[in-house]
């Protein structure tokens, strides 16, 4: 007999594992299962290898204007507050100073106008001087001749805030809650999904293995694979994917905090920005860089048995076009041809290593190590119909009971967020209860008094 479920989610990475534990927590549904194809949880772009191990909340994110940091700190509060309310302190959710910099007038200057309307959204919000980074991140001040470097410096920022995050131990902490709550409810391991298919009562997915269950609602938290899976079932066909692949390079313990550069608000990809690693004791991490490459995960070899994935990511000429486009904006193509340059033996380090010399001017081409196997692969939507490049996450509703969801960075940050939206739109199908006010007392007061 097939195993039968409520809600099947299929990943098990942050945000699948997320909405596992909310609807277990905050609805009466009977039973929800997680698929994932891999042998354990969060072991692709949640593991902690895969990215900065940051809460964005958009305080320190530069291309953020204060609407949205305004939205991105609800959704950061809430995943902020469930690992102090866990007592996860220093396991998984860690505290140190973070700040964003500017270099040069024009950079110092933005930093100033920027500061000043956000400190309305972010209560305790610093405008540093170059002596106060000095004092904060000295390694940002000193010079190569040992002295103050040459150019102005200015950064906001916290002396201290709960700002870092282990992803992958919270998203085992998110499963673990979930089981707890609800024994009926499965993980289910090595599941790699071959189809999914709408049978008169739901879905039936059905994995490689021949293993089959099923669905009366299913949600698709894949990451990359979350289009291929859509459009595998005749949606989101109006979109494209361009799967960028950030790489890290570990260098000393040299930063206190997190240092994060000015990002092109042209670019879809975080600036430059130095981060300690909460899993790897006295490693300080710098990146990333940002590389399209035509496959969905950053560990698999493109033509691997695991598909051909260059077919997968539907590689149509409106994509391709989009693209193009891009590329003949003249800040975009540097970027892109200069990531390109990153990967080159021999000369991609020494470039890199000119870049990550404006967080850290001392740094030397010894103190740089490639952190290999860190860094995963992102996607990016395009809009086939708009032709342009879709920043940010996209969901695709099919209002028959399976929802496709692909959340870029800050993905994991949104979690939280992710799972109030989807939790509603699941039990709501279901003719199922959802306790929202418990989880807005719970998780984000602030959200509820508000409204």
């Known amino acids: ?62 291309n953020y204007k204060v609407e949205k940091a305004r939205v991105v700190k609800l959704a950061a509060d809430k995943v902020k507050n469930f690992a102090l309310r866990e007592n996860l302190q220093n396991k998984v959710i860690f505290k140190n100073q973070k700040m964003a910099i500017g270099v040069g007038d024009s950079e110092c200057q933005f930093i100033q106008d920027r500061h000043f309307p956000f400190e309305e959204v972010f209560p305790g919000l610093k405008l540093f001087t170059k002596e106060d980074i000095k004092r904060l991140e000295p390694k940002v001040i000193e010079g190569k001749d040992g002295k103050d ?25 998110f499963a673990q809650k979930g089981k707890e709550k609800n024994p009926k ?11 999914i298919k709408e049978v008169s009562d739901g879905y039936k997915i059905t994995a490689h293995n021949g293993e089959c269950l099923h669905a009366k609602f299913v949600l698709v938290n894949a990451g990359s694979y979350a289009l291929p899976i859509a459009q595998s ?140 196997g860190f860094g995963e692969v992102r996607p990016q939507v395009l809009d086939r119909k ?28 949104s979690c939280l967020q992710n799972a109030f939206v989807d939790s509603q739109e699941i039990t709501s199908y279901l003719n199922k209860n959802f306790d929202k006010v418990r989880f807005l007392e719970e998780l984000n007061p602030i959200e509820l008094e508000s409204k």
């Open 1 to 62: 007999m097939m195993n039968s479920f409520d809600v099947v989610i299929v990943g098990g990475g942050v945000s699948g594992a997320s909405t596992f534990y909310t609807l277990s927590e905050y609805s009466d549904l009977g039973s929800i299962a997680i698929v994932e194809k891999e042998a354990k949880l969060a072991n692709i772009s949640s593991s902690a290898k895969a990215n900065s191990q940051t809460i964005h909340d958009g305080s320190i994110e530069t």
């Open 149 to 173: 470097r040459p150019e102005n410096v200015m950064a906001s920022g916290y002396e201290e805030a709960w700002c870092a995050m282990n992803y992958e131990l919270l998203t085992h902490h």
């Open 185 to 195: 409810n499965e993980i289910f391991l090595n599941f790699k999904v071959k189809e």
């Open 233 to 372: 079932m005749g949606y989101g066909n109006e979109y494209g994917c361009l799967p960028v692949a950030g790489s890290f390079y570990f260098v000393p313990d040299l930063l206190r905090g997190k240092v994060y550069g000015v990002q092109n608000p042209k670019l879809p990809f975080a600036a430059l920005h130095g981060d300690p690693d909460v899993a790897i004791h006295g490693k300080t991490r710098i990146g990333p860089t940002a590389l399209a490459m035509p496959k969905l995960e950053r560990g698999k070899h493109l033509f691997s048995k695991i598909g051909w994935e260059l077919l997968e990511l539907d590689l149509n000429k409106e994509a391709i076009a989009i693209m193009f486009d891009l590329l003949k904006d003249q800040e975009i193509r540097d970027y892109v041809f200069r990531n390109m340059a990153f990967e080159l033996p021999f000369a991609g380090i020494r470039m890199f290593l000119k870049d990550a010399q404006k967080i850290i001017p001392t740094l030397k081409l010894r103190d740089l190590t490639y952190a290999k």
């Open 386 to 413: 708009k032709m342009k490049l879709e920043l940010g996450e996209k969901k695709i509703k099919s209002g028959k009971g399976i929802t496709f969801n692909m959340t870029p960075s800050p993905g994991a940050t």
